[in-house]
Structures are given as C-alpha cells and as structure tokens.
C-alpha cells in the first residue's frame, strides 16, 4: 500500500496538480488579510463616484474579523476548485486501465480506494492549513485575532465540511466512469444538502451548517450548535466510504 501511496503522490507531482494547488491556497491565505486591508484605499478611491450617484461613505472600520470575512468566503472557492482538479483521480485510471495490473499483482482493490482516500483526504488537510495559517499568521501581525470567538473551532467545522464533500467525490469516483459525472453526482449532492438546508427546522441536522463559521466567530453561536451537524457530516463521510468501498469491490476496472 505505501508503494501505491508513493505512486500517487508522484502522479500529483508529475502532473503539476500539487503545485497549482498549492499556489492557489497560498494566494487565498495571503489575499484574505490583503483584501480587508485594502477596502479602505478602494473605498476611498470610488468615494467620489459613489458620492455622485448619492450614496454616503462614512469610516470603514478594518480588523482581524474582516480579514476571517474574506477568508470564510473564498475558502469555498479553494474546496471547489480542488474537487475540480481532483475529479478524475480515480476515472484517469479506469480509462488507461492502469489499475487492472495492479489488482493482477496482488494488491486488493480496498487497499488501492484507502490509499487514494488517504491522498484526498491527506492533500485537503494541508491545503486548508496551510490557507489557515497564513490568514492567521497575518491576522496576528496587523490585526488582533482574539476579537474572534471560537476560532479554532470555526476552522474545524469547515475542515469538516470539506472532508464530507472529498468523501462524496470518493463514491462518485468508485461508480462513475468519467470525471464528469463525477463532477455531476458530488454538485448534486453537495447542492441538494445546501437547499436542504435553508429550511430552518433542517439545517441544524445537516453538513452544510458546518460553512458558517463566521456565525462562530461574531459569538452568534455557540460550539454545541454545531455538534450535531459535525457528527451527521463525519457520520454521512463514513457512510459514503463504506458505499465506496462496496463499489468498488463490484467496479469493472
């Protein structure tokens, strides 16, 4: 299985994908504090124009929650945009036929869907952190980050949502034979979830509330709010990498 760890890893650098990945996530960390430093210059710079169409600008006011603002709106982007380029991990091969030696020498097809899992699961955890941290890194030098409540725990809660959702593209990648139907089945589930959840008596109970981490921060929320939709997400991750594994197992390779 490391063998096969090693090999994957390899592919992602062989294909450029990890050093994309992590250029994006670098630039999202360094642009969330950067943005909210900025809003006042650009502020100031369409003052004159607004001003003439009637509107009124009064004194923005830039800290550390305005910096978390901009990072809980485009970390989204960052785990669409990596769900995107990671769609075909598993279809690429189906295609080439390149796992058909692989089972052929001996390693067992739940070997080979933990391995990528592991991978999935493994390059999220970094990217994430990595975005986090800069953010946080930054945050702390201009700013003050203990005007933000539960902080680390926002930061979970997403880190959570987004394995929910990798583990969605696992089973679709375990059934589906192309990346876009991949692509398809993980967007239709992730946004059937969504408006789901914009039903108050619902939301509580689904993964998508782990998103508002900004609730968290601004103290509209406490941590055991979100201890339940954390367990159905981790609850549904297991649940789709059972059906993965079960899949696969049946997969014409």
Known sequence: MMAFLKKEWMELIRTGRVWMLLLIFILFGIMNPAMAKLTPWMMEMMSDSLADAGFLL?????????????????IPIGLIIYVLMC???????????????????????????????VMLFGMWTVLY???????????????????????????????????????????????????????????AIALGVYFIGMFPRLQDYLPTKLMDGMTLLQGGAK???????LAVAVGMAVLCLVMSCICFHKKQL
Not at 223 to 229: A, I, K, L, M, T
Request: aromatic share 18%.
């Open 58 to 74: 009064t004194d923005v006011k830039i800290d550390a929650m305005s910096s978390w603002t901009q990072f809980y709106k485009n």
């Open 87 to 117: 769609s075909g991990i598993f279809t690429t091969e189906y295609q080439r036929g390149t796992l058909i030696p692989v089972v052929t020498k001996g390693l067992s097809r739940g070997k080979i869907l933990l391995a990528k899992a």
């Open 129 to 187: 952190t990595l975005c986090y941290g800069i953010t946080y890194g930054y945050n702390a030098y201009f700013w003050d980050n203990s005007i933000a409540e539960h902080l680390w725990f926002g930061a979970a809660c997403y880190w959570g949502f987004g394995i929910w959702v990798i583990a969605v593209l696992i089973l679709f990648s375990a059934i589906c034979d192309s990346n876009t139907q991949v692509l398809l089945g993980t967007g």
């Open 223 to 229: 941590p055991e709010d979100y201890y339940v939709s």
